[in-house]
């Protein structure tokens, strides 16, 4: 059994003081103050002093894509390249703070092969990873390069059969086009009500959650209606449907990263590319559509969106950062990026540091309560129990 001493903790729902925990193999066994009587009933083989740093849950990037979005390999050693790749960005999330992720579509699905090895018990040291596989999408809907095209009732269900089939922990559906597609409103709707109804249907009737790429109005009604678990991005939402989300327990994952480094790096990068421009006028609309819903009570979970454009997965923090800036409380923005994330991806061993949970935690030289910029300092990190970096 080894013995932490932590000068302050977070553990994931409130700040407290002078704390010990003892874990045992992986998990976490008691919890209480430095000096309590109680550390003496123990065996200790291992007294780790982190007397100097404040402790928290590892984060939940509820939002990513490992491995290329925009087309897949056409050879094998095309395909190896991308899950040595998709790894690698895994590792990078690691050194980020994060110990668990949900990619949301990848090529071909290449993903799942990499959660099945850990479901197997290999891959050890790097972020638990929940995958949907490729995202159910259109004819030439929002990410039809990489997704399962299916149209009408019966082709979302068979799509939703199909992802579930080839290992989909969670049904990925596209809902509506980009903040700059073309159409009747922003974030045009691509898939009618009874096709998300059809996918929403398949997808629980197998214990599976459906996460929803949904910018405009009429997607994200849509979606809130037919039950799905969480709208991605949520930009163009409006007070009406946050009611309906409290009432149905709909989570929302903001993914403020998205538009930010797609403006201020995209316009860095390509200052004459129209699309980074008007990237930037959806920010100030996104930042008030996110604090209202937070404000008015639906539960947020962290998701970057890292492996878009300019969105790197070795930033995941940032999200967090972004989410402070537009108003939400320290304590609030630390239970997005931890406990909530752990309720949406019904990962119940994370996002806590409590007697039960993994003792999968990160240490930071500095309180993000003192200054919340702490949080992009560098990260000691640990995954069930074994200090990672
Ligand atoms: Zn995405």
Avoid at 60 to 69: G, M, N, W
């Amino acid at each position: 059994m080894k013995l932490y001493i932590f000068k302050e903790l977070f553990n994931g729902e409130e700040r407290l003081f002078n704390q010990s925990i003892i874990t045992d193999g992986e998990k976490i066994i008691w919890t209480g103050d430095s000096d309590s009587d109680e550390i003496s009933t123990f065996t200790i083989s291992e007294t780790i002093d982190m007397s100097d740093n404040f402790v928290m849950p590892g984060l939940i990037d509820c939002h990513v894509h490992l491995a290329s979005i925009d087309r897949a390999p056409t050879n094998a050693i095309g395909w190896a390249q991308t899950t040595i790749n998709a790894l690698d960005k895994l590792k990078k999330l690691m050194t980020a703070g994060v110990v668990a992720c949900r990619d949301l579509g990848s090529c071909e699905g290449v993903t799942i092969g990499i959660s099945n090895a850990q479901k197997c018990g290999e891959l050890e040291g790097l972020p638990k990873l929940i995958s949907s596989g490729k995202a159910l999408t259109a004819t030439g809907g929002h990410g039809y390069e990489i997704g399962v095209e299916c149209d009408g009732v019966d082709e979302f269900t068979k799509g939703a059969r199909l992802v579930i089939k080839e290992g989909a922990d969670i049904v990925k559906v596209m809902m509506s086009g980009g903040v700059n597609s073309l159409g009747e409103e922003q974030g045009p709707p691509e898939v009618n009500q009874e096709e998300i109804d059809a996918a929403v249907r398949e997808a629980h009737a197998r214990g599976r959650k459906v996460a929803v790429h949904a910018h405009g109005n009429t997607a994200i009604k849509r979606s809130v209606l037919a039950g799905v678990d969480s709208i991605e991005h949520g930009v163009f939402n409006s007070e009406d449907i946050m009611k309906l989300m409290i009432e149905r327990g709909t989570f929302l994952v903001p993914t403020l990263c998205a538009p930010y480094y797609a403006t201020v790096e995209g316009i860095r990068r390509e200052p004459d590319n129209p699309d980074h421009k008007k990237s930037k006028a959806i920010l100030e609309i996104h930042n008030k559509a996110t604090l209202k819903a937070f404000s008015m009570g639906i539960p947020l979970a962290m998701g970057t969106d890292a492996g878009c454009p300019f969105n790197p997965h070795e930033r995941a923090f940032y999200e967090l950062v972004l989410l402070h800036n537009i108003g939400i409380d320290t304590a609030d923005v630390l239970k997005i990026g931890t406990k909530n994330g752990a309720i949406l991806l019904d990962q119940d061993q994370l996002g806590m540091i409590a007697v039960g949970k993994e003792a999968s935690f990160i240490a930071l030289s500095k309180s993000p309560f003192e200054d919340f910029n702490a949080i992009e300092g560098p990260k000691d990190v640990w995954i069930k129990g074994t200090k990672i970096q």
